[in-house]
């Protein structure tokens, strides 16, 4: 009859609908074991039970890979501390009630006793020692410093496991799995110390319950019972040890199982392999101690033991080599064997690289005090904040090509940026409030230009009394990616990353996704009006109401220019917000109606789309005049460029024409101010009588 037509046992099939009462219920028996007396029959199985737990915890340990394979044994260590106590009282009452515990115990103290109770007190007296000074004692320790590593340990294994996400090394549910994993591991350590407590207290406990049970016995025999003093100290005492040997053992192999899962390292492999395969990975370690060996035989101790461990061992040494090299051998021959390297791996170049020269890895290994790493995570998470993007992992990697002290930034694989910095020495930037010059060398900020000084790290507060900007190294890194992050930000939003912003944004509305993709506009149009947006250093956080705003126009145009321009309309506000000062105003610069009425009447609008016709000629003055007028207003308006503002109708164009060489001077249309902004203007840009004769 198959295996699986065969009908389980009943009380299988019932014990796991009921396995979560087995430990309360069991709790709840040690009390009525503590308050009323059980026979001598029933103590000997609760003895044996003890004596069998043990060993099966003694070889769980051995065998598991890991110590978080058993993170339930602190609990255990408590519930079986409290099992032997419980036991140690219920035995003791037998044996000053009685004279008799049982089989189990008598059996124990005759045969260790064997006939002489000084032999049972010594023997007894050597296991407790054992027990207390060595194993427990070690145990405790060794959970003490290892709750206090790894505790210490941790902040460093979560950075380790940021880096590799930020890397793109694992995935989010892998990092999510590896700090669930560091977490567990910390909690049992902390556990584990914890309950090495209970262990030492237990030992102490059953020294004294087995001084107490002598002591008592020796009073119930001289007293109660009226016997001989000989013959008191043979029957109480002889039990009294055996009590205490039948609770010290278990007890000795629960505290042996504590100190080696603390001791356990991550592992493939149990504890027998694992040893074993390690003790026998040095064929040459063999061969000295077999030599050893036999120089101890040319001295009187016995030859023929030492003679035949001498031969053992070079035996198993010489099996280990001949091992050894057969596996080399494999080795190599699997290797010549590889399959060669997959060249299409190459063909999909990473999204975004940093490389660094060798001068800078410093920068990026938290062994060496590096904080790179973690600058990244928070610039991933800042322009996550600020444009509405996930910008992709941010591979690093070192390059001998570059100086010692350059960087350079990739973006598919091309070069968009490079600086270089200086480790050890700060970046002290003029941002134009510098009111006293500061002894440095010379160099330019290379994210926004501005003049600065490499100066050292002791002239930091002197440089910031002189209202400079003293930054580290890894900051003007940060700093830097942002701004290439900000100016490439379209080019990031693949498509791949538009239809997760897509998904995300159909988890709260799926009904105007569905309205509107694929229906109305395909994902390659919104994916054109988001780079559009983005182009500009919009923020497309606010996805829902730029999908309502261009599926609402969609019927009327599939211009994706003009779409954006109706996003940007209805994202006004946040528009406003991005682009006042500090002191809460839009500071802006305006322009000359001629220059308006120029550019309106140089736009040949058609069904194929919209095309400045104006001149180059006339275009450079234009874009001339525009960068001059900037250049006055930018320190009026708080050290950052204005506002252009101008009418809707020539905003895109007027954008294109300066984003060349005015890359971070925003455009803004008049009715993209919305009430409750001041803006304040710092001047007008006006062209020459040559130039409009153009």
Same mark, same amino acid.
């Given at each position: 009859?198959?295996?699986?037509?065969?009908?389980?046992?009943?009380?299988?099939?019932?014990?796991?609908?009921?396995?979560?009462?087995?430990?309360?219920?069991?709790?709840?028996?040690?009390?009525?074991?503590?308050?009323?007396?059980?026979?001598?029959?029933?103590m000997?199985?609760?003895?044996?039970?003890?004596i069998?737990?043990?060993?099966?915890?003694?070889?769980?340990?051995?065998?598991?890979?890991?110590?978080?394979?058993?993170?339930?044994?602190?609990?255990?260590?408590?519930?079986l501390?409290?099992?032997?106590?419980?036991?140690?009282?219920?035995?003791?009452?037998?044996?000053?009630?009685?004279?008799?515990?049982?089989?189990?115990?008598?059996?124990?103290?005759?045969?260790?006793a064997?006939?002489?109770?000084?032999v049972?007190?010594?023997?007894?007296?050597?296991?407790?020692?054992?027990?207390?000074?060595?194993?427990?004692?070690?145990?405790?320790?060794?959970?003490?410093?290892?709750?206090?590593?790894?505790?210490?340990?941790?902040?460093?294994?979560?950075?380790?496991?940021?880096?590799?996400?930020?890397?793109?090394?694992?995935?989010?549910?892998?990092?999510?799995?590896?700090?669930?994993?560091?977490?567990?591991?910390?909690?049992?350590?902390?556990?584990?110390?914890?309950?090495?407590k209970?262990?030492?207290?237990?030992?102490?406990?059953?020294?004294?319950?087995?001084?107490?049970?002598?002591?008592?016995?020796?009073?119930?025999?001289?007293?109660?019972?009226?016997?001989?003093?000989?013959?008191?100290?043979?029957?109480?005492?002889?039990?009294?040890?055996?009590?205490?040997?039948?609770?010290?053992?278990?007890?000795?192999?629960?505290?042996?199982?504590?100190?080696?899962?603390?001791?356990?390292?991550?592992?493939?492999?149990?504890?027998?392999?694992?040893?074993?395969?390690?003790?026998?990975?040095?064929?040459?370690?063999?061969?000295?101690?077999?030599?050893?060996?036999?120089?101890?035989?040319?001295?009187?101790?016995?030859?023929?033991?030492?003679?035949?461990l001498?031969?053992?061992?070079?035996g198993?040494?010489?099996?280990?080599?001949?091992?050894?090299?057969?596996?080399?051998?494999?080795?190599?021959?699997?290797?010549?064997?590889?399959?060669?390297?997959?060249?299409?791996?190459?063909?999909?170049?990473?999204?975004?690289?940093?490389?660094?020269?060798?001068g800078?890895?410093?920068?990026?290994?938290?062994?060496?005090?590096?904080?790179?790493?973690?600058?990244? *995570?928070?610039?991933? &998470?800042?322009? =996550?904040? %600020? !444009?509405?993007?996930? +910008?992709?992992?941010? #591979?690093?990697? /070192?390059?001998?090509?570059?100086?010692p002290?350059?960087?350079?930034?990739?973006?598919?694989?091309?070069?968009?940026?490079?600086?270089?910095?200086?480790?050890?020495?700060?970046?002290?930037?003029?941002?134009?409030?510098?009111?006293?010059?500061?002894?440095?060398?010379?160099?330019?900020?290379?994210?926004?230009?501005?003049?600065?000084?490499?100066?050292?790290e002791?002239?930091?507060?002197?440089?910031?009394?002189?209202?400079?900007?003293?930054?580290?190294?890894?900051?003007?890194?940060?700093?830097?990616? *942002?701004?290439?992050i &900000?100016?490439? =930000?379209? %080019? !990031?939003?693949?498509? +791949?990353?538009?239809? #997760?912003?897509? /998904?995300?944004l159909?988890?709260?509305?799926?009904?105007?996704?569905?309205?509107?993709?694929?229906?109305?506009?395909?994902?390659?149009?919104?994916?054109?009006?988001?780079?559009?947006?983005?182009?500009?250093?919009?923020?497309?956080?606010?996805?829902?109401?730029?999908?309502?705003?261009?599926?609402?126009?969609?019927?009327?145009?599939?211009?994706?220019?003009?779409?954006?321009?109706?996003?940007?309309?209805?994202?006004?506000?946040?528009?406003?917000?991005?682009?006042?000062?500090?002191?809460?105003?839009?500071?802006?610069?305006?322009?000359?109606?001629?220059? %308006?009425?120029?550019?309106?009447?140089?736009?040949? #609008?058609?069904?194929?789309?919209?095309?400045?016709?104006?001149?180059?000629?006339?275009?450079?003055?234009?874009?001339?005049?525009?960068?001059?007028?900037?250049?006055?207003?930018?320190?009026?308006?708080?050290?950052?460029?204005?506002?252009?503002?101008?009418?809707?109708?020539?905003?895109?164009?007027?954008?294109?024409?300066?984003?060349?060489?005015?890359?971070?001077?925003?455009?803004?249309?008049?009715?993209e101010?919305?009430?409750?902004?001041?803006?304040?203007?710092?001047?007008?840009?006006?062209?020459?009588?040559?130039?409009?004769?153009?």
């Open positions: 009859m198959p295996i699986a037509n065969l009908a389980k046992p009943r009380f299988l099939s019932v014990l796991p609908k009921y396995q979560g009462m087995l430990l309360p219920v069991f709790t709840m028996s040690l009390i009525l074991v503590i308050l009323i007396p059980l026979p001598t029959s029933m000997d199985l609760l003895l044996l039970i003890n069998t737990l043990s060993g099966v915890v003694l070889m769980t340990v051995m065998y598991m890979n890991g110590p978080l394979e058993f993170s339930s044994f602190p609990s255990l260590l408590l519930g501390t409290l099992f032997r106590l419980v036991l140690n009282t219920a035995t003791t009452r037998l044996i000053l009630t009685n004279g008799d515990a049982g089989r189990v115990i008598e059996t124990f103290g005759g045969f260790v064997r006939g002489s109770l000084a049972a007190i010594i023997i007894f007296a050597i296991i407790v020692i054992i027990q207390f000074v060595v194993i427990t004692k070690g145990a405790t320790r060794i959970a003490e410093v290892a709750a206090r590593f790894t505790l210490d340990g941790m902040p460093g294994k979560q950075m380790a496991v940021d880096a590799d996400l930020n890397a793109g090394v694992i995935t989010d549910a892998e990092a999510k799995h590896r700090r669930a994993e560091i977490t567990r591991e910390s909690d049992f350590y902390g556990a584990m110390d914890g309950a090495s209970f262990v030492r207290g237990d030992a102490i406990a059953g020294i004294i319950i087995t001084l107490i049970n002598i002591l008592g016995g020796i009073y119930v025999g001289l007293v109660q019972l009226d016997l001989e003093f000989s013959e008191t100290l043979r029957r109480f005492t002889i039990l009294t040890i055996g009590d205490g040997l039948v609770s010290q053992i278990p007890a000795f192999i629960v505290s042996v199982s504590a100190a080696m899962i603390v001791t356990r390292s991550a592992s493939k492999k149990n504890l027998g392999d694992e040893l074993l395969g390690q003790l026998t990975s040095q064929p040459v370690a063999m061969a000295v101690t077999a030599g050893f060996l036999m120089v101890l035989a040319l001295t009187p101790l016995p030859k023929p033991p030492l003679v035949m001498a031969a053992s061992c070079a198993i040494g010489y099996v280990l080599t001949k091992r050894t090299d057969a596996v080399q051998r494999e080795a190599i021959a699997a290797k010549q064997k590889a399959t060669p390297e997959r060249v299409e791996k190459f063909l999909a170049p990473d999204p975004m690289e940093l490389e660094v020269g060798y800078l890895i410093q920068l990026v290994d938290r062994k060496q005090g590096g904080d790179l790493l973690d600058r990244i *995570t928070n610039l991933r &998470r800042q322009i =996550a904040q %600020e !444009l509405g993007i996930v +910008v992709p992992p941010i #591979r690093i990697r /070192d390059d001998v090509e570059l100086q002290n350059q960087f350079r930034v990739k973006l598919k694989g091309l070069e968009v940026g490079k600086g270089e910095v200086l480790p050890g020495h700060l970046l002290a930037i003029d941002a134009g409030a510098v009111t006293e010059k500061i002894n440095g060398m010379e160099t330019t900020e290379p994210a926004f230009g501005l003049p600065a000084l490499w100066i050292d002791e002239q930091r507060h002197e440089a910031e009394h002189r209202n400079y900007t003293a930054v580290e190294p890894s900051s003007v890194i940060s700093t830097y990616l *942002t701004e290439v &900000r100016r490439h =930000a379209d %080019e !990031l939003l693949t498509r +791949v990353e538009m239809n #997760r912003l897509l /998904d995300h159909r988890e709260r509305a799926a009904k105007l996704v569905e309205e509107v993709v694929p229906d109305v506009l395909k994902p390659g149009e919104v994916q054109r009006v988001l780079q559009a947006l983005l182009h500009e250093r919009v923020p497309i956080r606010d996805l829902e109401v730029i999908l309502e705003t261009i599926g609402d126009w969609a019927a009327r145009t599939k211009d994706t220019e003009i779409l954006a321009q109706y996003a940007r309309n209805s994202l006004a506000r946040t528009l406003c917000h991005q682009h006042k000062a500090e002191d809460g105003r839009i500071h802006c610069i305006t322009l000359d109606p001629t220059i %308006e009425e120029l550019l309106a009447k140089n736009l040949d #609008r058609s069904d194929h789309g919209t095309v400045l016709t104006m001149p180059p000629q006339l275009q450079t003055k234009i874009v001339d005049a525009i960068g001059q007028t900037v250049a006055k207003a930018t320190p009026e308006a708080g050290g950052r460029p204005p506002v252009i503002l101008c009418p809707p109708q020539i905003r895109a164009w007027l954008r294109k024409m300066i984003e060349v060489r005015l890359a971070s001077v925003p455009v803004l249309s008049y009715n101010i919305v009430t409750g902004f001041e803006v304040e203007s710092h001047g007008m840009v006006v062209l020459t009588d040559e130039a409009e004769d153009l």
